[in-house]
């Protein structure tokens, strides 16, 4: 019997708020309707809204992200020899940091691996992913395949998972009318248009580590890591490691099974410190000055101990070393030498139809 769109996703919603999960079919089948614009307003919100209340599983992750890449994710093609790698937090967390995870990229590229980054502008915090890459001189409306251009240019690129040429059809229209954390943080920011098959990935929740590893490795990751740090003393969590408490990782390499595992910072030699010093500023202006220091080595406290813990992980992630500890070093090494900071200039001026004004815009944050 046919069933109309609204009542379709109507059932799912009364299961979803009854704590009963969707198979990875009807995950797919409710994004297909959402993405298509078929059914009203109130029930994409509620069925957004009852799905993240209830806790999503990976297979109703995997059935969005089927959904999100198949129908509203643009397709781009870089160069084979290159194994692509990204790093990136899925937002809702309750400890917000500045963009760690943007820093951490830029020093993973000045290590020479390849970043195809996809982020958003802010939805739960003051300065998302796009919103500082623009700050920088980044330019983050241009197409995909500039963005792809990049990366083989310069190591990094970041797709804007809010702009039309990367997800024509429907995420930008969702993301722009939603403030609050949802299952797309998870699955669209997984939607990368390349496709890379290497990934550091930090979740909001401690309980989402395994399921978020497990979407990775179904969808096509060959090596991922998947961390949710926390903050000593404090109920608070961050999308990222952290170098203020334990963070709890979940991971493969290859073909071996996920593990588990837990990073204490005290024992890396990385100083905790103020964990507010890692708060981002209030003023994107303010903020993308403070950034771009960390960048120029105007910087040794707690926001660089968090940079080089995390990019640490894009090292160990991508097998370009054995350890974290010698992942930590060589992020240490490149930050202190300059080299991350002329791969964040290399990045403005690949990644922008005007670079000359993009690197003008750079320079002056550190003027």
Known sequence: MFQSPDKFLGNLITRLIRKNSLTREESRQAFSHILNNEVTDMHQGAFLAALTAKGETSEEVVGAWESIYNLDTAKVAVEPSLTLAENSGTGMDTFKTFNISTAASIVAAAGGIPMARHGSRALTSVCGTVDMAEALGVDVECTADVVARSIESS????????SPHI??????????????????NIAASLANPALPSIGVRGVYAKDMIQPVAAVMK???YTRALVVHGTVEHSDKGMDEASVCGVTHCAGFFDDNEISTFTIDPFRLGLSAGDPYELAPESDIEMESRRFAALLARADDGVRKDAVILNAGLIFLAAGKTGTL????ET????LEGGAAFKALESWVSSQNRFPEKGLQSLHRLVS
């Open 331 to 334: 992020a240490c090494q490149l």
């Open 155 to 162: 190591n990094l690129g970041l797709f804007n998972g809010m």
């Open 325 to 328: 500890e010698q992942g930590i």
């Open 167 to 184: 997800h024509p059809r429907a995420l930008g229209r969702i993301l722009s009318r939603i403030s609050f954390g949802s299952t797309l």
């Open 218 to 220: 179904d969808i096509g």
